[in-house]
Every structure is written in C-alpha cells, then in structure tokens.
C-alpha cells in the first residue's frame, strides 16, 4: 500500500518560516491534504487540494506538491501553530485513505 | 451546523467486542462517504474504514476481517462493529465525514473521538 513519510518533529522561532515534508512515491500525481492537530482535539483541515486553503485558515498557511514531496508551508509562525500535522492522500489502488505518520511542530 | 457525536466508547477484554455509533447531524449521510479514523495513545492518524454512499465497505489491512462498518441512513448513524480486539486496537475512535472532488477525499469534518481501551 501507498506510503506517506514524514519527519517526527521540527521547529522554528516565532515570526519564522516552517516548512513540513510529505515524502511519497510520485506524490506529485496524487492531490495532497494537511491536518493539524493540536493537543487533546480532533484534527482539522488547514490545505485541501494541494493547495487550497479552507474557509478560516490564515493566507500564513500554504502547500504545494510535486515530483516526490508536498510541503506544508507556514508563514510568520504564531505559538499557536504549535501542532502535530498530518499530510493525507486518497490512494485510488486499494480504496484507502493513507496518512502520514505527523510531525511535531514546536514553536521555540 | 455539521456535527458528529460518536459512543460507544470504553474498556473492553483482549478477544471481545465492542459497537461505536457515530450519530450525524447537518447533512444527510445517504449521499457522503464516512469514515472512522484511529490514533493510538501518543501516535499519529490511522485510517481505519471507510462507507460509500451505496453502503459498500473497505477496510485498513490492520482490521480487515474483524471490523464491520455500517449505516443506517434513516438515523442518519454510522456504526462500527469491532470483533477480537487487540491491545493494539487502543486508541481514540474518530467518526470523519469525507469530501470528495477530483478523484480524491479528504476529511471536512471530525466528531470529537471516542476513547477504547483494550487491556484485561
């Protein structure tokens, strides 16, 4: 089945940029999907569709995907966004929806 | 306003069973996919199954043959019926509405998770 590789943890300093991988096999061809989830609640979709942004997400969030590698992108890091974020594919050959294994983000 | 409210949730002997409910409200699960997604204490996100609209199933290879997911559309519920469970099926049991576009999903709404514990 497809696999989704992500780092188990990173950080940045406030006011800084983050950058969070999602390694998989031509995950370029597939379309992409980030979570954050903060201690003690549910997830929630912060970049849909490679790209996209839903309602409520700050511009600060960005994503893009290609060859290898998506990447979660946040801008002008806020204490806030200290989170575990998961990337997420549909993968069409077993009708599964695959994970990644999350990153710790920590906000120095 | 979408909510799901799931139970059923609790601690249970390795080898038995247990029914989580996932009671929906806001839209109509006839026509959405759902799926139930897992995290076992302190690890990430595990898929576990997913319902298509015309009631077929798939199942994670971690589960398969011992989990049953179903719905009952008139009560807009989703259920998941877990048999043999293992410690390793401790975790926190979301109940997950999946959008679908473009020939893929993702998950647009989460209920808040129902805890079971596997442990003698």
């Known amino acids: 089945s497809y696999v989704l590789t992500q780092s188990p943890s990173g950080s940045v300093a406030p006011g800084k940029t983050a950058t969070i991988t999602c390694g998989g096999d031509n995950i370029g061809d597939k379309i992409v999907h980030w979570y954050q989830q903060k201690s003690g609640q549910a997830p929630m979709l912060v970049i849909h569709?490679?790209?996209d942004r839903p309602s409520g997400i700050p511009e600060r969030f960005s994503g893009s995907n290609s060859g290898n590698t998506a990447t979660l992108t946040i801008s002008r890091v806020e204490a806030g966004d200290e989170a575990d974020y998961y990337c997420?594919?549909?993968?069409?050959?077993?009708?599964?929806?695959?994970f990644g294994g999350g990153t710790k983000l920590t906000v120095l | 306003e979408v909510q799901l409210v799931e139970s059923g949730g609790g601690l249970v002997q390795p080898g038995g069973s247990l029914r989580l409910s996932c009671a929906v409200s806001?839209?109509?699960?006839?026509?959405?996919?759902m799926s139930w997604v897992r995290q076992a204490p302190g690890k990430g996100l595990e898929w576990v199954s997913i319902?298509?609209?015309?009631?077929?199933?798939s199942y994670a290879d971690s589960v398969k043959g011992r989990f049953t997911m179903s719905k009952d559309n008139s009560n807009n519920t989703i259920f998941l019926q877990m048999r043999s469970l293992r410690a390793e099926d401790t975790a926190v049991y979301y109940c997950a509405s999946l959008y679908w576009s473009s020939g893929s999903c993702h998950v647009d709404h989460w209920g808040q998770g129902t805890r079971i514990t596997v442990s003698s």
């Open positions: 569709d490679d790209s």
């Open positions: 319902i298509y609209s015309a009631g077929t199933t």
């Open positions: 806001g839209f109509s699960i006839s026509y959405n996919y």
């Open positions: 997420q594919v549909w993968d069409s050959s077993s009708d599964h929806v695959v």
